[in-house]
């Protein structure tokens, strides 16, 4: 196994190169078996830390992928895996399921939670699940753990009991949460074309 090879640009002020803004978002890239992970390091303002999380957003047709970047539904299967394996790693499992409730669907899922859904080699669908802490969220800061109060905050909701548990419907998206209450916590998250086991 090849080592690990840390690029911190935070060295560069350290050392006496140029100094960093104050205000610039700043990464530690890990290059290890030919792949690439961004981490994010503290930001100092003051006597705050502010950290810069590689961003993911969660959106009801796509996902956010940072300066203006988006993996669409509809994109091919190559682009938007290679998209998230800039960011994410590469995937730690992929395969085909025949057995889902929008038929067969092809799969490949990223560290944090997130799987993708592919049919005829298309971007179709995404979930997301608390594994690894996911740290994900839509535009509006819906992820896991968000309550069942935050949800409601954002729009109209649909929720009922169903054969998963709380199973909730909101502008798109669709999910579960840990109870009906108001501090009920989102666990699931999902949208598109899914293999959820009903």
Do not use: H
């Not at 502010?50 to 796509?62: G, K, M, R």
């Not at 049919?119 to 740290?135: I, M, P, S, T, Y």
């Not at 548990?165 to 998250?189: K, Q």
């Amino acid at each position: 196994m090849r080592r690990g090879l840390l690029v911190l640009p935070l060295l560069l002020a350290a050392c006496g190169g140029p100094e960093a803004e104050p205000n610039a978002a700043r990464t530690v890239v890990i290059t290890g078996n030919d792949n690439e992970l961004i981490v994010p390091v503290p930001r100092v303002a003051g006597n705050a830390i502010d950290v810069v999380e590689p961003v993911v957003t969660l959106a009801p047709d796509s996902l956010g992928l940072g300066a203006g970047r988006r993996a669409t539904f509809g994109m091919p299967r190559a682009a938007v895996t290679d998209m998230l394996a800039k960011m994410l790693g590469s995937p730690i499992e992929e395969g085909d399921d025949q057995e889902c409730g929008a038929g067969a669907l092809s799969f490949a899922s990223f560290r944090g939670g997130l799987g993708l859904y592919f049919e005829d080699g298309k971007f179709v669908g995404w979930d997301l699940d608390g594994r690894d802490g996911a740290q994900f969220s839509t535009a509006s800061g819906l992820g896991i753990g968000a309550t069942r109060q935050q949800l409601d905050s954002v729009g109209p909701v649909t929720v009922e009991d169903s054969t998963l548990g709380v199973e909730f419907s909101a502008g798109g998206l669709s999910g579960l949460l840990s109870s009906r209450d108001p501090e009920g916590e989102i666990t699931n998250l999902w949208a598109g074309a899914t293999c959820i086991a009903r």
